[in-house]
């Protein structure tokens, strides 16, 4: 049975490293720990996870902001937040960010678990009925390969390099929808600083070129929120 991957973010390395070998000690998870929000996001982008566990309170990112720039790349991967603070406007605002759960510390491990595998049952059935994500996309007269990296039509053939596929086929996803310019700096550039978005913007302007003799295909920017993928 594959091993389910947790992503681990707690600056406590004593607790880190207790909740780290209490889980993997079950046998069924491989557990991923980070010390600080920064290595936290670094490690969700560059890994497949099924399940993210985030303290509050954390240096250089602290939980909710790190909840949000996961939100911004997977909507639906199960979020536990665990902080010493018990107010309940936290408690709010980890719910408002998409947090599925939220423990108090101190907490028993045993309870983290019974909550672990209850959101992990939940997500693995809502997992069951999704369909998976397409490789090869029709964007009016073109045919583009993401796996292979061409863009086709009428016999021409252009390929292109693996990051303006990726930013491409994110949006081929959201065809005619509003691809926002975080998403896709996160998902690809793994930060969303300004030089990322300068270099986000050259390949944008490559991909124009590439699908410029089909007048029906338009990349259009959405003010203040991204880019569109218009096919009429």
């Avoid at 998870?29 to 303290?55: M, W």
Wanted: charged letters at 30%.
């Amino acid at each position: 049975m594959d091993k389910q991957r947790v992503l681990l973010v707690e600056d406590d390395p004593n607790l880190g490293m207790l909740l780290e070998d209490y889980l993997t000690l079950k046998g069924k998870f491989e557990v991923v720990l980070r010390t600080d929000g920064e290595e936290g996001l670094k490690a969700f982008v560059d890994g497949s996870f099924d399940i993210c566990i985030l303290d509050v309170m954390m240096p250089k990112k602290d939980g909710f902001s790190l909840a949000k720039d996961i939100r911004k790349i997977n909507a639906n991967i199960p979020i536990i937040f665990a902080t010493a603070k018990g107010m309940m406007e936290d408690k709010t605002e980890a719910f408002n960010l998409g947090g599925d759960d939220y423990i108090t510390k101190p907490f028993r491990i045993e309870e983290l678990l019974l909550r672990i595998n209850a959101l992990l049952k939940r997500s693995s059935q809502h997992t069951q009925n999704e369909e998976p994500k397409p490789t090869v996309f029709e964007i009016s007269t073109y045919t583009f390969d993401f796996q292979s990296q061409i863009i086709s039509r009428d016999g021409q053939q252009q390929k292109v390099s693996t990051k303006e596929a990726e930013l491409l086929r994110l949006l081929c996803l959201k065809m005619n929808n509003v691809l926002t310019r975080e998403e896709a700096l996160l998902q690809i550039w793994h930060d969303d600083n300004y030089f990322n978005g300068r270099s986000m913007d050259v390949f944008l302007s490559k991909l124009r070129k590439y699908l410029k003799e089909d007048p029906r295909v338009e990349i259009i920017n959405v003010h203040g929120r991204g880019y569109k993928l218009l096919v009429t």
